[in-house]
């Protein structure tokens, strides 16, 4: 008697339709189970399989099942029928794609690397409101990197200290000042105060500069509260809202993109919490899956990491997430990720973060080109003179990238470059 049947979801002569989403997977099967059956079984649990035959099936369900069509070696790609999910829900094929299949005993390790998502599905989610034209626009920045910084430490500040951090990064040259992920309303500093001394010295320094200010304000709680911190926003004049999209959920940002975009506010997305299920090789999810539902729901940038600061990440992997987030058709990266049509979902830009300084400006320019938003924060507070200071010398290193200079041929003109650099040298921290 057969009992179960979890080779029936693999089918090596399979040919996707048009409408599939195809799933690119890493797996290793358990002790015991061959690398058929074990990809059979990712597939059978993540559509209308169980872990025996049933009695009895209606005979259209078979259209139903995903298919394991080409396996090599560890890696396995799945093709899913588009009838199996939810127009418009993220939030449902998250629950089936990445769901269930990371707790069989059959698969030793699973990771989910990509999935290529056609047009029949896209066609009902909206992306990013203004796309990176839109943006650029808006703050009146047309052929460089867009720049912030958080004020460090991250947490501590009270709303006016904050404040006066975020005045003194505006006057050095910066277009945004960033609430780090574990910054929302504190006794200490409150959202609502924050956002009146913020958006008092906003005023002061786009009069002084004659440039556009803005801040990533993070409204990160529950989705009423957001909202509620949204209209603030909006009625001070800011024209951007933060959200820690993962530990927020993929529904929440989903409501709060129609509400942000309602009230004209672009979404820079947080990814903390994200490396408890992106940094382990063998196991979970890639953030440049991530960074894709992200785009598809429609966050205007997201962080991406930088290959030479703080945080893990290769520069192979840097470029794939930029690509991902900037372009309208994104190509095949082996073993990475699948060819992409966007659509008419706009882009979103790639956030650089995480132990930079004005040293390593030129080396993150290089990974990204100026199509980017560029976070310098302890880089810029640390600097000898202070923050405007450092944010000046982060732009003065900017300016020499573009320039197709050294650092140290624009430093003998630049006094701020060249204290930064007799501190930080080209270190990248560790």
């Not at 310098?376 to 600097?383: F, T």
Request: with cysteine; hydrophobic share 40%; aromatic share 8%.
């Amino acid at each position: 008697m057969t009992i179960d049947w979890y080779k029936e979801f693999v089918n090596l002569n399979y040919q996707p339709a048009a409408d599939d989403l195809i799933c690119l997977f890493y797996f290793e099967p358990a002790a015991g189970i061959s690398g058929k059956e074990a990809a059979g079984r990712i597939a059978s649990e993540s559509s209308t399989g169980t872990w025996t035959t049933l009695f009895t099936m209606p005979p259209r369900m078979k259209a139903l099942q995903a298919t394991a069509f080409d396996i090599e070696g560890n890696v396995v790609k799945i093709a899913y029928p588009l009838a199996l999910w939810e127009e418009g829900n993220v939030v449902q094929l998250m629950s089936g794609i990445a769901g269930n299949i990371f707790g069989m005993k059959a698969v030793k390790n699973l990771r989910l690397i990509d999935v290529a998502l056609p047009s029949a599905y896209i066609r009902h989610f909206k992306g990013p409101h203004f796309g990176n034209n839109g943006i650029r626009k808006m703050m009146k920045v047309a052929k460089r990197p867009l720049t912030g910084a958080v004020p460090k430490p991250k947490i501590g500040f009270t709303a006016k200290e904050h404040a006066d951090v975020g005045y003194e990064t505006w006057m050095g040259g910066f277009d945004f000042v960033k609430d780090d992920e574990n910054l929302t309303s504190t006794s200490f500093n409150r959202f609502d105060d924050r956002v009146k001394y913020m958006t008092r010295l906003r005023e002061k320094a786009e009069k002084e500069t004659g440039e556009k200010k803005s801040a990533f304000l993070n409204i990160t709680a529950d989705v009423t509260t957001m909202k509620k911190r949204a209209d603030l926003l909006a009625e001070n004049g800011w024209n951007y809202a933060m959200i820690d999209v993962v530990v927020a959920g993929t529904a929440s940002v989903m409501t709060m993109r129609d509400y942000c975009s309602d009230l004209g506010l672009a979404i820079h997305a947080h990814r903390a919490m994200h490396a408890t299920f992106t940094r382990n090789r063998k196991h979970g999810i890639t953030m440049q899956f991530l960074a894709k539902i992200m785009r598809l729901i429609g966050v205007s940038q997201i962080h991406t990491g930088t290959s030479v600061g703080k945080l893990t990440g290769s520069r192979r992997e840097s470029v794939a997430l930029a690509n991902l987030l900037r372009e309208k058709k994104t190509e095949a990266v082996e073993g990475m990720l699948l060819r992409q049509d966007w659509g008419k979902i706009k882009s979103a830009f790639p956030v650089s973060s995480g132990g930079l300084h004005p040293g390593l400006v030129p080396d993150v320019l290089d990974i990204y080109g100026t199509e980017m938003i560029l976070l310098v924060s302890g880089g810029i507070h640390g600097h000898p003179k202070g923050t405007r200071a450092g944010a000046m010398a982060t732009m003065q290193a900017i300016e020499a990238w573009q320039e197709g200079v050294t650092l140290e041929e624009k430093a003998k003109k630049a006094p701020e470059l060249k204290e930064a650099l007799a501190k930080w040298g080209h270190y990248k921290p560790k």
